[in-house]
Structure formats: structure tokens, C-alpha cells
């Protein structure tokens, strides 16, 4: 028997690119290909790149220098590059960088094998296509890297919407939902498999409109409310959202299905009325603010999380004030802020940038008043009973951790017989990043 081929994957950027990752694992898996947990170990690396951070492609750059030396040791050692910088910059990619065998965006990694093919003959593959096809109708369907009892699934990819930050409708194109009878089968699959928790992924996931069996239009409510009969699912999750595709009958949906887990990440970006329209947000402060009052009245205990862009270029104190305001009004259990970096190609990167000392230090004050309210939220919930899905082992022994239905980390000593359970937990303690708590008697 030959020995079998190994593979790392390194992926940068969000959960959609950890849900691409396993499945080009999988797709390199049945041509023989298993992963291993270092680069050194590797017959192939694959660099699964984000395009949204800063300097994005130079970081590229350098990690893929960095990897000269091993290649000089192995020259047999196969490098490709996925994902949006890939898509982005896939030419440039091959120019500058000899030592890159394979470059594929991520609409067309289901034809990772013929394009392993042709790497194998000693030939360089580029496809960064937007083909007509569904990639994931073209993937393998054994999802043997699962481990866990959570789980991504992707019903959607892509954006119309347009920001004039955002590179994601150039790197990840359209909008496309996939048909819902082939997400249940899925989910199907993954919930035998040991997976109690779905997290629906879409870089604008409630856009979905996917074909439900009979032909007809489904929105994401009517997906979670299907979702949620399937037996031995216990918990529905679903993200990034953007507040324009937040129709009645999803927020309906956060009252009435208890799978659908009280967490809510639903960006706003800023609280500056002026700002949202450079934006092309097409939605103000006010809307964001009543629409999070409507959701709270559905679900009164969601936790809400969000995005913010502080240094939008014209952005002014005053703009800037706004947004500490609406986040003062709203209240969040966690979000992510970013300082705006001008993404080529996009509108926004035209315009005069915001100073960066000014930019660096209205990003330090939003983030402290986010951490101030993030300490807040977890502090509430001692005293609280909440449900944990017991995820792995903890770092002390006899612990075991998991995540609340609010998405907090927990830690209880308990048996690891507990895995991929779900138990009552009553809180006692609130650390900086995770509660503490003991199993309810
Ligand atoms: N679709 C989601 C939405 O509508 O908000 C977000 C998708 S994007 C992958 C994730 C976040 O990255 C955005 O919400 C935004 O806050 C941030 N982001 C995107 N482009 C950016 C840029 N050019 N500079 C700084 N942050 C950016
Ligand atoms: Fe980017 Fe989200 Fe705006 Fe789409 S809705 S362009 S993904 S920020």
C-alpha cells in the first residue's frame, strides 16, 4: 500500500472560509489526501485567503516566502492558493510567485481534482471562474473530517448589496442560495454524525431564497422552521445578516422556534446617517434601531452582536459620536470593529481617507465601550441557568467546555461522557472572555 498524501490547510478570514477549507479537504480527500497539522508534515499546502483584512495579499506574499526555504528542502512539495485574494489577484499570484503550483477562487474548488491532475503532470493550474454550475452539488458527499457536535452549513453565497467598502461581491460574486432539499439532506447527514447545532452561513444569509422541493421560493425563516423538525437537531444558529433582508416572518421566527438560538449578529456598520448613505447601505441609524426593537419584542433575551467601521473616509467627530450613541441605545452582547482600509476596485477606496492617528483612536474608543458592554452582558448571566452544548475538554483537567445558547463560552468540571451533550448549567462566575459554572443538580 502506498503511503498516503498529506495535506495542511491554513485559513484566514471568516467561517465561510472554514466551511470551504473542510470541504476542498474533503474533495483532496478522496483523491487520497489526508490533512496533517503542519507544514513541515505536507505534501501539498493550501493557503485559504481572505481578502477582507488589511494588506490582504501582501500577507499573502510573505507567508508564501516564508515557505520558500521548505520548498527548496521539498521540491516536490505542492503549494496552492484559494479564496478571495486568489480570486482577486489569481494571475498576479502565478507571476510572482514561482513556487505556487495551483490557484483556485472559491467558486470552482469542486474541480480541485482535475486540477491536481495537472499539477501532478508538473503543470500549473489557475481557475477562478464563476461557473453556472453548483459547486457543492459537485463535492463529495462523505463528510468524514466532521468531528463535533456543531457544524457550518452554507445556504448562500455571495452579495447584490454592494457597500462601497466591500469586496465581496467582486470576489465571491452573486448572490446564490442553494436548493433547500439538498440543505436538509445535509443537515440530515450531519445530525447522524453526532451534530447537534447547525450555524447556516451566507456572506449575506438572509438574503437565502433557495428552491424548496416543490419548486416554490423559501426564504431563511421558512429554511430554520424545517430545520428545526428534523430530530436530533437541537440548536439553529445563522450569520451574517444584513438588517434590510430582516423579513417579519424571521423575526417571527426568533419568538416561536425554540431551536433558533437568542443570538443575533446583524451589522450595522455606523450610526451616522450621512455615513450609511457613502456607504450605499440603504438603510439609516433610526431603521436599525426600531428593527432591533422589533426583534427584542419577538425574542426579549437575544443577544445582539455586530460590525462596525470606524475612519469611513469623511467621516467627522460628529459622524463618529453617532455611532458611540446608537451603540449606547442598542446594546451588544459582542462585536467586531474594524478601522476602514480602502479594498481596490471598491468606490470607497476613490475617496480621501479619514487621518489615521484619528482613525486608530476612535477605533480604541469603540472598542471600549463594546468591551464595557460585552463584560456587561456575560456579567448578567451569573446567577442564570442557561443550556451548554459541552464541545471539547477543558484546559484544566476534569473541565469540559461549551457554549450557551447565547454563545457565551462555559466551563463546568464534568465528565467528557458530556461531549456533544447538551446540560443545565447554573452560572457562578464571569471571566473576561468565558463563564464558569456548575452542572444543575
Ligand atoms: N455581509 C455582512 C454585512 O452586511 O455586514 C458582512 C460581511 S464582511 C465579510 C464582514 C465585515 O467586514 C463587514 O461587516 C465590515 O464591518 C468589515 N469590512 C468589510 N470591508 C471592509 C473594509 N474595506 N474596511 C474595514 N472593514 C471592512
Ligand atoms: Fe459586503 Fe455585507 Fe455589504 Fe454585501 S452586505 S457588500 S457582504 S458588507
Known amino acids: 500500500m502506498t503511503e498516503a498524501k498529506k495535506l495542511y490547510v491554513k485559513t484566514y478570514g471568516c467561517q465561510m472560509n472554514v466551511y470551504d477549507s473542510e470541504r476542498m479537504a474533503e474533495t483532496l480527500g478522496a483523491q487520497g489526501y489526508v490533512q496533517v497539522d503542519t507544514p513541515e508534515a505536507a505534501d501539498m499546502i493550501l493557503l485559504n485567503t481572505c481578502h477582507i483584512r488589511e494588506k490582504a495579499a501582501e500577507k499573502l506574499y510573505s507567508d508564501l516566502g516564508r515557505l520558500k526555504p521548505l520548498h527548496e528542502e521539498k521540491p516536490d512539495l505542492k503549494i496552492g492558493v484559494a479564496g478571495c485574494v486568489a480570486q482577486a489577484e489569481g494571475e498576479e499570484i502565478m507571476r510572482r510567485m ?64 454592494f457597500c462601497s467598502f466591500c469586496v465581496v461581491p467582486y470576489t465571491r460574486g452573486a448572490e446564490v442560495s442553494r436548493p433547500a432539499p439538498r440543505l436538509l439532506g445535509e443537515a440530515r447527514e450531519l445530525v447522524e454524525r453526532g451534530v447537534r447545532e447547525i450555524t447556516l452561513l451566507g456572506q449575506n444569509v438572509n438574503a437565502y431564497h433557495g428552491a424548496g422541493a416543490d419548486g416554490s421560493e423559501w426564504g431563511l ?19 451574517t445578516s444584513h438588517p434590510n433582508d ?34 450605499n447601505r440603504k438603510h439609516t441609524a433610526e431603521s436599525y434601531i426600531r428593527l432591533i426593537e422589533r426583534i427584542r419584542a419577538a425574542r426579549p433575551d437575544l443577544v445582539l452582536s455586530g460590525d462596525f467601521i470606524v475612519g469611513f473616509p469623511g467621516e467627522t467627530e460628529a459622524d463618529f459620536e453617532a455611532t458611540l450613541d446608537l451603540v449606547r441605545q442598542v446594546g451588544y452582547g459582542s462585536a467586531y470593529t474594524f478601522k476602514y482600509s480602502a479594498r481596490p476596485g ?28 460585552q463584560r456587561a452582558t456575560q ?12 464541545e471539547k475538554p477543558g484546559r484544566m483537567e476534569g473541565q469540559i467546555t461549551g457554549k450557551s445558547e447565547y454563545l457565551h463560552a462555559v466551563h463546568v468540571e464534568g465528565p467528557e461522557s458530556l461531549l456533544g451533550q447538551i446540560a443545565a448549567v447554573d452560572i457562578l462566575a464571569s471571566g473576561p472572555n468565558s463563564l464558569a459554572g456548575r452542572l444543575a443538580g
Open 246 to 279: 430582516m423579513e417579519d416572518d424571521l423575526i417571527a421566527a426568533h419568538g416561536e422556534c425554540d431551536k433558533l438560538m437568542p443570538y443575533l449578529h446583524l451589522p450595522v456598520q455606523s450610526g451616522s446617517d450621512r455615513i450609511l448613505k457613502a456607504m
Open 379 to 390: 456579567n448578567a448571566m451569573v446567577g442564570r441557568r442557561v443550556q451548554v452544548l459541552f
Open 221 to 239: 425563516a421558512r429554511l430554520v422552521r424545517e430545520l428545526a423538525r428534523i430530530e436530533g437537531l437541537d440548536r439553529i444558529r445563522y450569520t
Open 346 to 373: 471598491t468606490p470607497a477606496a476613490e475617496r480621501a481617507p479619514v487621518d489615521a492617528a484619528e482613525a486608530d483612536d476612535r477605533l480604541q474608543r469603540l472598542q471600549a465601550l463594546i468591551t464595557e458592554q
Open 98 to 161: 514561482p513556487i505556487v503550483d495551483l490557484v483556485v477562487g472559491p467558486q470552482t474548488y469542486h474541480r480541485l481534482p482535475r486540477m491536481m491532475e495537472a499539477v501532478d503532470r508538473g503543470e500549473r493550474a489557475l481557475d477562478t471562474e464563476f461557473p453556472e454550475e453548483d459547486k457543492f452539488a459537485h463535492l463529495p458527499k462523505d463528510r468524514r473530517t466532521r468531528r463535533g457536535p456543531t457544524a457550518f452549513l452554507t445556504v448562500q453565497e455571495g452579495c447584490d448589496k
